[in-house]
């Protein structure tokens, strides 16, 4: 017998008992309740991230443990109503819980299994897995569209494997601590450390993943006519953000495919090079953090290599870049060891050459053959030539600019002209400028003396940071796709829908809006300042005007304050503190929501990977064990069950649980006899005269309402053709479960006085045209649910979208809205027959809206 | 030194604390130290008097209660605030009849320290004043 049987019969011996209604929805409440305090308290942990708060290590320990007791809690409660059917949430739970006790420890979990990683599927969430090099390049490829090497990263997952295969992890261990407590010298701990890695063998299996994706990427590129030889370059963990660790871990070039392991190994080994280990020790690196991922790439053979520095480090405030560039390969270039053609460039389009100092180049790095790198004299009329053309440095300015505005800091970028004189971004990480010449802190309190300013003191802080920028003021007639590149977003509502410009915009400015809303989620995964409930932002801000946010002070001043510039690129950024990366680690085990679609396969227990999906998964289990309990239980003598009696032929049974329905209803219940907040307000929506007019002509609305009410008689028929027509009501409570030709929709609302209890969570699914038409209908509906306020998710064919803490009045028009597309929707895929019918149907939705809501 | 400038030590053993602190206070005009051992903290004290001083309550080598009282010994003028994760009732109080100026429970936000600060400030020159 298996622990879970055991634990089912231990539990199930008092499954005969009925338990009375009131008692299982009392315990279905309490599932709801514990929900909300879950996802309350991890979008409060999100809101740390702001870097508005101080918190400790003693916080992340709190909030991870409040979290796992709510969670538990949750998963006794689901067990509670089903009779222990959901036994196995206990072990999804502990697993998880078992990897955040481990995160607090200071070890670091890799957010995959693999060992490979090709680039085409890395973002920076897996940075932890593949090192900041790989990830930003990746990202530059994926998301910015610009030229990379193509190539896998191997991941920290592989670095564990190779020393827990060799078994020499305690080893570098010990001898990192004996360096710590300074028993030996540093060269001598490194030397111990580089001559174990150098001597271990590169596990069988990873050797054989890397061999597979080298051949891989060789076929991908067969218009290469020989063999492609393969660039090996470290990409540690922290080694991206922390600039100075640039050039201490080791690269090797144009190595055969065969040679990789080896070249990997060496890679690895200058993880402990004396240098690597003396600066970790500066910058408080925990044992468990030294890692290194690996960045394997097609070889570029580079007619022309060079660093370009979006500012100059110096001087800053010249607002100037700068490029250095020579022929041939870039690891000279980048060593310093040769001279290089120096250009200063304007920082602002279109970039003009400000100075141009052109030296005579007399050696280059070629790549000689497969497998190794050589020293040739430059071709004689070459010698003095400029190495880049304007074009070209026009190209790298403005690359370097998208890049800064991408990533939020000034770049240090890496670059090669290939042999079709295409411009290939190698490497971007943040510029470290020169603290000195700066500006103190203390130096900027007269700012708004000295400044006109716009906003003072007013609002509040989603992500701290300063931005410059043109202001873009958002409106209903401007679309977002014309959001400009490093523009401030300026709007009434921090709705979900903005996040759409994330990748674009410098800043986000509100009038309206919460810290732990999607957007400010949103803006603090990817470090945009955010400055939302200014009240009137959108009347003192002017469209197009340069505008300088500093969301630390909640200060908005006219124009652009170079001094707050300055001082914001040599702070350090928050997220390099331990304490943030502590943070973020532990997020990612519990927010991520992974089971979206209740139908997929992994919507189970094993299936959940975060607190999130725990939380998520009971509910969806919760509402679900509701249902059928009235349906196969409709013996209980403390819910009455009723048929909706109304003009529109549907067969609606309400089950009312307290209050949710007046009067007598053994006949069946008149719509006027329903007396549930959140009912009413969606059969208002459903029955709005003209709603199905605007269903295609030729289906009137009894036809098509027939094709599915063809049943007689609830009680006789399956639950599975009519028992989804569902609701489960009380005078607060309504969750309903439609199913409406084939489409799918589950409506879960409680509306009350108290914002804070007030929610609603809407389902939609299904379809029958093809998956054109389905997906038009799907962005419809997130169209109009985001336009709402609600925080929207799009998976598949599944529409899922949920609304919270808004006040009563708020909540009605919304569930009205959902009335509406319940009734609306069904027909909805037939009719998108163009992309233009997705804003036909959404305006007309809104004059609804409008006319009945003003 | 600026004799106009509040200055301001931060004691606190997680060093987030200090790290995050400095440059915010030192942006609005205060003169900032920020210390992560108790022990160099006392040592500094010994050399000056800070207007200033926020202590954490719970720290490894010695208490922040009997750091505040220390403080508050040697320079009775000083404003202590008194920040701790371990928010209670209790230790609240205790603080408060050691002469903290006010207590404030972590997390918090940057603004509500500034707000305290402010208020510790205006106390001072009221005093000064009277």
Redesign the interface.
């Known amino acids: 017998m298996s622990v879970l049987d055991w634990i089912r019969r231990l539990f199930g011996s008092k499954k005969k008992e009925i338990i009375p209604f009131k008692i299982l929805f009392a315990e279905f409440k309490k599932s709801l309740e514990l929900n909300n305090q879950i996802l309350d308290l991890i979008a409060d942990a999100n809101d ?1 991230l702001s ?9 992340i320990q ?1 909030t991870c443990r409040k979290l796992a007791d709510l969670v538990r809690q949750l998963i006794v409660t689901i067990n509670h109503l089903t009779d222990q059917k959901y036994a196995a949430l206990y072990y999804s739970f502990h697993g998880i819980e078992e990897d955040i006790e481990t995160l607090l420890r200071g070890k670091i979990l890799g957010q995959v299994k693999d060992y490979i990683l090709p680039y085409a599927g890395i973002s920076r969430a897996l940075t932890d897995s593949v090192g900041g090099k790989n990830a930003h390049l990746a990202e530059i490829g994926n998301l910015l569209d610009h030229r990379i090497p193509d190539g896998f990263a191997i991941t920290t997952e592989g670095f564990n494997l190779f020393l827990d295969e060799n078994n020499i992890r305690e080893k570098i261990l010990a001898i990192g601590k004996s360096r710590h407590r300074n028993e030996i010298p540093v060269d001598e701990a490194s030397r111990r450390i580089q001559h174990a890695v150098m001597e271990a063998e590169v596990p069988h299996k990873l050797r054989l993943e890397i061999l597979t994706a080298a051949k891989k990427l060789c076929r991908r590129h067969k218009e290469t006519k020989t063999t492609p030889c393969f660039a090996v370059r470290s990409s540690a963990l922290g080694e991206d953000e922390i600039s100075s660790f640039a050039g201490q871990y080791l690269s090797r070039l144009n190595i055969p495919i065969n040679d990789i392991s080896q070249a990997y190994k060496e890679v690895l080994a200058s993880l402990y090079s004396p240098e690597a280990m003396e600066y970790r020790l500066l910058m ?1 690196f925990r044992p468990h953090e030294i890692m290194m991922a690996v960045a394997c790439q097609l070889m570029i053979p580079a007619k022309v290599s060079g660093v370009l520095y979006t500012y100059d480090p110096v001087r800053p405030q010249n607002e100037t870049m700068i490029v250095n560039s020579a022929w041939g390969l870039g690891e000279p270039i980048v060593a310093g060891e040769v001279p290089t053609d120096h250009f200063v460039l304007d920082r602002r389009s279109p970039h003009e050459i400000r100075e141009e100092l052109i030296v005579h180049k007399t050696t280059t790095m070629v790549l000689r053959g497969c497998g190794g790198t050589g020293i040739d004299g430059v071709q004689e009329d070459l010698c003095l030539q400029s190495s880049l053309t304007a074009k070209q440095l026009r190209e790298l300015a403005e690359i370097g600019m998208q890049l800064e505005k991408y990533f939020k800091r000034p770049q240090d970028i890496e670059f090669a002209i290939d042999r079709q004189d295409r411009v290939i971004v190698l490497q971007s990480r943040q510029l470290r400028l020169q603290q000195k010449r700066m500006p ?3 130096d ?3 700012l708004k003396e000295k400044y006109p300013v716009l906003i003072g003191g007013r609002g509040i802080s989603a992500m701290e940071g300063i931005a410059i920028g043109p202001a873009w003021v958002f409106s209903e007639d401007r679309n977002l796709n014309d959001f400009p590149m490093g523009g401030i977003l300026v709007a009434c509502h921090a709705t979900p829908q903005l996040a759409r410009v994330i990748h674009e915009a410098a800043g986000f400015v509100t009038d309206v809006g919460s810290t732990t809303g999607h957007l400010a989620t949103v803006a603090r995964e990817f470090r945009v300042p955010a400055l939302f409930k200014t009240e009137n932002a959108t009347e003192v801000i002017a469209d197009g005007e340069e505008i300088t946010l500093d969301t ?3 200060t908005v001043y006219k124009g652009a304050i170079q001094e707050l510039q300055y ?1 914001a690129i040599q ?2 950024p ?1 997220e390099e ?3 943030y990366r502590l943070l973020r680690r532990v997020l990612k085990k519990i927010e991520p929501l992974n089971l979206i679609d209740p139908t997929a396969e992994n919507f189970t227990p094993e299936g959940c990977r975060t607190y999130h999906d725990l939380t998520r998964f009971v509910h969806e289990k919760a509402v679900e064990t509701i249902i059928d309990l009235n349906f196969y239980h409709a013996h209980h003598r403390d819910t009455q069950a009723g048929k909706l009696l109304w003009d529109f032929p549907l067969d609606l049974i309400l089950i009312d649980v307290g209050g949710g329905i007046d009067g007598s209803h053994s006949q069946g219940v008149r719509p006027e006899q329903v007396t549930s907040v959140p009912m009413r307000a969606i059969l208002d929506g459903m029955s709005y005269p003209g709603i199905w007019n605007m269903a295609p002509a030729g289906v009137d609305f009894s036809s098509f309402m027939s094709s599915l009410t063809r049943t007689t008689s609830v009680r006789s028929t399956s639950p599975e053709d009519v028992g989804r027509n569902l609701a489960v009501v009380s005078a607060e409570y309504t969750n309903i479960n439609f199913r409406l030709g084939y489409h799918f929709t589950v409506i879960d609302a409680f509306v009350s006085d108290n914002i804070l209890d007030n929610h609603i969570y809407f389902r939609f699914s299904g379809g029958v045209t093809e998956t054109v038409r389905r997906s038009r209908r799907t962005r419809l509906l997130a169209k109009i649910l985001s336009h709402y306020d609600f925080l929207c998710e799009v998976y598949g064919d599944v529409v899922v979208a949920r609304l919270k803490k808004t006040n009563r009045e708020r909540m009605m028009k919304r569930l009205f809205l959902l009335g509406l597309l319940v009734g609306f929707t069904r027909q909805l895929d037939v009719e998108m027959v163009s992309e233009e019918t997705i804003d036909i149907f959404f305006n007309k939705i809104r004059i609804i809206m409008e006319q009945k809501y003003g | 030194m600026d004799d106009s400038q509040t200055s301001i030590m931060i004691l606190d053993d997680e060093p987030i604390v200090g790290k995050r602190l400095q440059p915010s206070l030192e942006k609005k005009g205060y003169e900032v130290e920020a210390f992560t051992s108790s022990k160099a903290a006392l040592k500094r004290i010994e050399e000056r008097s800070f207007d200033i001083v926020v202590t954490d309550l719970k720290m490894e080598g010695m208490d922040g209660m009997e750091f505040l009282t220390l403080v508050k010994e040697k320079y009775p003028d000083t404003e202590v605030i008194v920040i701790t994760g371990f928010a209670t009732m209790a230790t609240a109080r205790e603080s408060f009849n050691k002469g903290a100026f006010d207590f404030l429970a972590k997390p918090f936000k940057l603004g509500e320290i500034v707000e305290v600060i402010g208020r510790a400030e205006a106390k001072r020159i009221n005093h000064r004043q009277a």
């Open positions: 740390k870097g508005d708060y101080i918190f400790d290590q003693r916080y709190y408080d103190r802190a203390c900027l309190s007269d630390e002070c909640l001082y702070e350090e928050i503190m331990y304490e």
